[in-house]
Antibody, heavy 119, light 109 residues
């Protein structure tokens, strides 16, 4: 059974870069889309972007200029970099996997990690 | 840009009652790419319904989804205590490529 585990700093200073990793265990990354989704306190879910196992990525236009999502299938890891963060980027960040093939909903989720942007 | 609107924002019901949650899109959504999730405090979202009407593995049959085009519905036939949570719809394929609705909170009356 595939499991996802997010990791990274819980506190990031304004204007710096938020960097998170997601380690995939129990399965291969090949053939799937891998996403980052966030949930600010008291708000709903927001898709940050996704990357296919080949490395091709798509991002939410609202974050496009600041975000990079990459995958390292040899290490079974997904990465997120969000530049020039502000307090508005404070959120629980989840990594998630879509299904195989033409499946565009999230079947597997990590537990999430809280990132606070504050000086 | 597609916008998903969920109504009501909050639904106050008692266990055993029927819950009807709406998800309306500002543009047509392929039924294949409309999903519903349940989220409880401190937990990751859980997939309930995909393809507008298909229950995910392990989801009780009191949960059902319906709709097409711009109007979709999640129905919980008889609320159990564990069903009180926030529910999100999600679409894929429009611009932005993937969006979630703002959520409907189902709380205990």
């Amino acid at each position: 059974q595939v499991q996802l585990q997010e990791s990274g700093p819980g506190l990031v200073k304004p204007s710096e870069t938020l960097s998170l990793s997601c380690t995939v265990s129990g399965g291969s990354m090949s053939g799937y889309y891998w996403s980052w989704i966030r949930k600010p306190p008291g708000k709903g879910l927001e898709w940050v972007g996704h990357v296919y196992s080949s490395g091709s990525a798509n991002y939410n236009p609202s974050l496009n200029s600041r975000v990079t999502i990459s995958v390292d299938t040899s290490k079974n890891q997904l990465s997120l970099k969000l530049r020039s963060v502000t307090a508005a980027d404070t959120a629980v960040y989840y990594c998630a996997r879509m299904g195989y093939g033409d499946v565009r909903h999230f079947q597997v989720w990590g537990q999430g990690t809280l990132v606070t942007v504050s000086s | 840009e597609i916008v998903l609107t969920q109504s009501p924002g909050t639904l106050s019901l008692s266990p055993g009652e029927r819950a009807t949650l709406s998800c309306r899109a500002s543009q047509s959504v392929s039924s294949s790419y409309l999903a519903w999730y349940q989220q409880k405090p401190g937990q990751a979202p859980r997939l309930l319904i995909y393809g507008a009407s298909n229950r995910a593995t392990g989801i009780p049959d009191r949960f059902s989804g319906s709709g097409s085009g711009t109007d979709f519905t999640l129905t919980i036939s008889r609320l159990e205590p564990e069903d009180f949570a926030v529910y999100y719809c999600q679409q894929y394929g429009n611009s932005p490529l993937l969006t979630f609705g703002p959520g409907t909170k189902v709380d205990i009356k």
